[in-house]
């Protein structure tokens, strides 16, 4: 529901921007809200002081029935007193009914519930704190509105109102204050304001937000030589080019002659915003502005600050970005973080990710394989495939230190698919050579799932050699199966139709819907290590891992923990009737040949 909330937002900011007056302002945000957001009804009623009424200002969705209903009781004293519309006036708050079919204090109970309305909530329109009107919105779901999409929607409001301001008698000047006459965007006032919202949405939703600012190489050059008016015309094209990549253009300011400004609502990791900073600076580079006829390539200089870390408040945080700017224009880069630390960051995660382009080429990884123990034969059953980058200069490195970046970058695609090839080739060497043919387990990354290729890939792989489809397990986390269960139920079946076993890895520490866990075609569930620690330090631990066994096999699923480290683990995951083992306590991952050495060599008879 967020989602549909932000996609009403970012249309509206859009609107915004270009709308001419308050009729259409109107029309088009409940336009918005039921196009882009799916709202059933979106309708807007604005206050009329002098009849002291409110009136129905805009709608869309609503059938004429319906508005001549509306209509009807806003126009009559008595009746108009005990709609929502007019208790979120008086009161000046937000008014929800999520299971408004059953709530029989609606005026219009019948009418909405005739309509297939299960939620609606309405919000006023308030100006420097009083009511001008309200906006009322209309969801086909029970229980849609929630504390996160309320205090979207509540900037909405403001955003509309503020809006409004921009326009009428007034419009003008107000659109002078605010927006930038020359490209459209908005100007440093605006932005600094639009800023200030992201940064309460950050701060609420626990994440991180960045603002950079953005100054055009060589345009003092331009200017002078090919005269102002094509200068306004190049401000105008990288506007543009701005706002076709942003979407939406409160997201951007023109600050001054040659500087821009855009903020990122939502950081989720540092490295993001390198990526993302490091792409934008190349395409800008590789873009083309017509001038006079003749294409001009421009570079930009940027400064970036991040909050929290580099200003809790707008006003630091621009001053910090300004800083950060001015260092990369004094020196030789490109861009600059305000704090050092995060320049030094970026620059590793760039050094990371050249380095792994040539562990790709120099095929430099290889895959250690940890065994699977039966806990009741003490047999190895079968094994994990866990991928190492055997460094030239610093040796082994651990998946950790670099899958992050592959799959920031796009590399796990190409890595992901030499470990499923290198595994199957593995196993067919195996069997060949009559060694014990175990099935080998690979992990999965959540980007391969997804990509639509995946399933044709992996049928390839296996079709080089008959029956190969024995040796291959795929291990794919939790958390990334629940995320669209629907489109991955089919997916894992279409898998294992192929004869590959797959197994739910890390299990626990997503947030899996039992319902859902139950029709999931899988045929093993990893317990985290986590779990199989805390099993021995706490009642409730022990408790919890015994609640997963039984779960696991009242679904027909075999049951392996990971991380077993200690005897009495052991001891208590037999007694729990846990199916298998992995960790320390029998073996760590090894190379593949000591692998084959000391668990594959058949006695021979
Ligand atoms: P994972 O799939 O949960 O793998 C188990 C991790 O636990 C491995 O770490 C393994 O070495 C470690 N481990 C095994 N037994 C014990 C134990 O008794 N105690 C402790 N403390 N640790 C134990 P590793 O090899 O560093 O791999 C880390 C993660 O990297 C894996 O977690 C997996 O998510 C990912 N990974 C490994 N290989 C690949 C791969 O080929 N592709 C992808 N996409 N991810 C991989
Ligand atoms: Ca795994
Ligand atoms: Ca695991």
Known sequence: YLNRVFAVQSGINALIVRVQDHAELFREACNIAVHAGGFKIAMLGLIDEDAQKIVPTASAGADEELLTAIFKVLNSNELAAKTLFARVILDKQTVVSNNSINDTQLVFQKNYAERGIHSLAILPLLSAGEPIGALALYAGEPDFFHDEELSLLTQLTDDIVLAMQHIGNREKLHYLAYYDALTGLPNRSLFLEHVAQYMRSAESGGHKLAIGLIDLERFKGINDSLGRT?????LRQVAEWMTQRAGDPSLLARIDADHFAVVLPEVRSDGDVAQLTEHLLDSFQGNSFHLNEAAYRIGFKAGVALFPDDGTDVDTLFKNAEAALKAAKAGGNRYLFYTQKMTDAVAEVLALENAL?????????????QPKVDLRSGMVTSVEALIRWNHPRTGLVP?????PTLEQTGLIYEVGRWALRQAIADYVRWRRAGLLALRIAVNVSPLQLRDPGFIAEVAKMIDTEPDASAGLELEITESLIMEDVEHNITSLQAIRDMGVTIAIDDFGTGFSSLSHLARLPVDTLKIDRCFVADMTTSPDGLSLVSTIINLAHAMKLKVVAEGVETEEQKRLLSLLSCDEMQGFLFSKAVPVAEFEARFLKQESH
């Open 230 to 234: 094509t200068g306004d015309g190049l």
């Open 357 to 369: 382009r040539h562990a790709i080429d120099d095929e430099q990884f290889v895959l250690h394989y």
């Open 399 to 403: 998946p950790g230190k670099f899958i």
